[in-house]
């Protein structure tokens, strides 16, 4: 077997199962610990993976003012399909709340209904200040610079003394146990955000499962539904299945 045809099959088990062993490896392609080690090498040398204790792993997303706007770019076309997906959940008159991420803000540019909107996210009031059907509310508080959202106790508060009819919520990576954001603040928001909502709806293109993040925002128990691009990997598939979670599809 080739050096490329090993790499894609170490790829295919991480976007299944995030972490791979040196051990894995060798029992998965049957090959020395050699040449597992040179395999990670190069994965690592291209930016596939990351070096873990023992092994490799996805990625974990980047903090940084150029990842956001990579993130505005990358991908632009399955997230305006999720977009056009989230709009049939939209209905006059309902109150919102849209959060930071780029797919949400193509959700926001695609609103033609007289509707309230409360967000922390600098780009969603951007968008919706010129949309005049819109009521559109700002948490206010501390102001994040790099991924331009507000944020601490006046947010919080704001958001605790207010109901959302849904809650459209982002998502930095979507690992077993739930999704994650790449700001310890942004998760605390969603979490207060989910504790006010009648329905919680996440909006994610399918390269969110194949990446790592560090602070939990969402359990799978606290979604009732998942739009995405493309079908989850196996294990998320079985997750969704067992809490319940309508998975919707562009």
């Known amino acids: 077997?080739?050096?490329?045809?090993?790499?894609?099959?170490?790829?295919?088990?991480?976007?299944?199962?995030?972490?791979?062993?040196?051990?894995?490896?060798?029992?998965l392609l049957d090959v020395s610990r050699d040449t597992a080690r040179r395999d990670i090498l190069k994965l690592i040398e291209k930016g596939a993976a990351i070096r873990t204790h023992g092994g490799i792993s996805l990625p974990v997303?980047?903090?940084?003012?150029?990842?956001?706007?990579?993130?505005?770019?990358?991908?632009?076309?399955e997230k305006k399909d999720i977009a056009n997906k989230a709009l049939e959940f939209i209905k006059e008159k309902e109150h919102y709340y849209f959060d930071v991420s780029t797919t949400v803000c193509y959700l926001a540019e695609l609103i033609d209904k007289k509707i309230t909107v409360v967000t922390h996210s600098l780009d969603n009031i951007q968008i919706l200040s010129e949309n005049h059907k819109?009521?559109?509310?700002?948490?206010?508080?501390?102001?994040n610079k790099n991924n331009r959202f507000f944020y601490g106790d006046d947010a919080k508060t704001y958001i605790e003394n207010r109901f959302f009819d849904v809650a459209f919520l982002g998502a930095g990576a979507i690992m077993q146990d739930g999704v994650y954001l790449i700001d310890e603040e942004d998760a605390v928001i969603k979490q207060t955000v989910i504790r006010r909502a009648r329905k919680v709806i996440v909006?994610?293109?399918?390269?969110?499962?194949?990446?790592?993040?560090?602070?939990?925002?969402?359990?799978?128990?606290?979604?009732?539904?998942?739009?995405t691009d493309k079908k989850?990997?196996?294990?998320?598939l079985d997750i969704?299945?067992?809490?319940?979670?309508?998975?919707?599809?562009?």
């Open 240 to 250: 969704i299945e067992d809490n319940n979670i309508q998975l919707i599809i562009t």
């Open 203 to 227: 909006l994610a293109d399918s390269k969110k499962f194949n990446i790592l993040s560090y602070y939990k925002g969402a359990s799978w128990d606290q979604i009732d539904v998942i739009i």
């Open 61 to 77: 997303i980047r903090n940084t003012i150029e990842a956001y706007k990579e993130r505005v770019l990358k991908y632009s076309t």
């Open 134 to 143: 819109v009521n559109i509310c700002s948490t206010g508080g501390a102001f």
């Open 232 to 236: 989850p990997p196996a294990i998320f």
């Open 1 to 27: 077997m080739y050096q490329e045809e090993r790499q894609l099959k170490i790829l295919n088990y991480l976007n299944e199962n995030i972490n791979m062993s040196v051990h894995d490896i060798c029992e």
